[in-house]
């Protein structure tokens, strides 16, 4: 049934950017357009319907810098589950996301914390500025904005990788290309003044069940000069049957944001 879908939405979005006009860059004897890039990614994410992970999560703040264990539970469209562990297993906390709300439990403190899915609560848990469609282009591997959908306003070769370059009013992204395989590599988000604001990169790619996933996802916030970095040290993808365990003591003080 995954793959039927998966099938019927490619062919779909295959009808639609026919009618579009691409952008071509070559280097070396690679020439490639950017409707075939963003075919590349739309594909990727239309086979990743459920993920299972675990691996290593930092967050660097000027004012924290911690790490830990993480198990991640991820089901498209609307739920992502990450459990956090410290040193010798000992468990730091939980949070269950949907699209229009959360609960985060900190074990260490006993206390619970819920709230609507918006940028500014994501931000005070995870200490990156991001959207809950965000969160799930970045754990499945990166991908093109929505108003992104279309021929760059930009093209250049820039390390030797293809940079497309997209602008509005008061902001521009750049995904980079790795020439090879056609991954995004690293977007950058900058400012009307052209100062970087936010950078998502994605590294190590590892063939899982015929998918190619990045084992290292890294999003930095130079402004703010917050981080945050996961390492995987195993995936699992369309798990048939996933546990979405999230249990709170009765006594745990309750907070709401």
């Not at 609307?78 to 906390?93: A, E, M, R, T």
């Not at 899915?117 to 848990?125: K, Q, S």
């Not at 030797?160 to 370059?165: A, K, L, M, R, T």
């Not at 998502?200 to 790619?205: H, I």
């Amino acid at each position: 049934m995954v793959q039927r879908f998966s099938f019927v939405l490619v062919l779909f979005f295959l009808s639609f950017i026919g009618c579009r006009t691409t952008s071509t860059l070559n280097l070396g004897n690679r020439s490639i357009t950017s409707t075939e890039v963003q075919e590349i990614a739309r594909t990727h994410h239309a086979r990743i319907q459920s993920i299972q992970g675990e691996g290593r999560i930092s967050v660097e703040t000027p004012e924290i810098a911690q790490s830990g264990a993480f198990i991640l539970t991820l089901r498209k469209p609307d739920s992502v589950l990450i459990n956090l562990q410290g040193p010798f297993g000992i468990k730091v906390g939980s949070a269950l996301v949907t699209r229009t709300g959360f609960s985060f439990y900190n074990s260490l403190e006993n206390k619970l914390i819920t709230g609507s899915t918006n940028i500014e609560n994501l931000n005070r848990i995870l200490h990156v500025q991001l959207s809950f469609d965000d969160l799930l282009n970045i754990f499945t591997g990166g991908g093109f904005l929505d108003d992104d959908l279309r021929s760059p306003d930009e093209t250049r070769i820039e390390d030797d990788q293809f940079v497309f370059i997209y602008t509005s009013h008061n902001s521009s992204r750049r995904y980079w290309i790795e020439p090879t395989s056609l991954y995004i590599q690293r977007i950058q988000f900058l400012d009307r003044s052209g100062k970087l604001t936010l950078e998502q990169s994605f590294n190590d790619f590892e063939n899982v069940d015929g998918i190619a996933m990045p084992y290292t996802i890294r999003i930095t916030q130079p402004q703010t000069q917050q981080m945050l970095t996961l390492k995987y040290s195993n995936i699992m993808v369309n798990v048939e049957q996933l546990q979405f365990t999230f249990t709170i003591p009765q006594n745990a003080e309750r907070i709401r944001w």
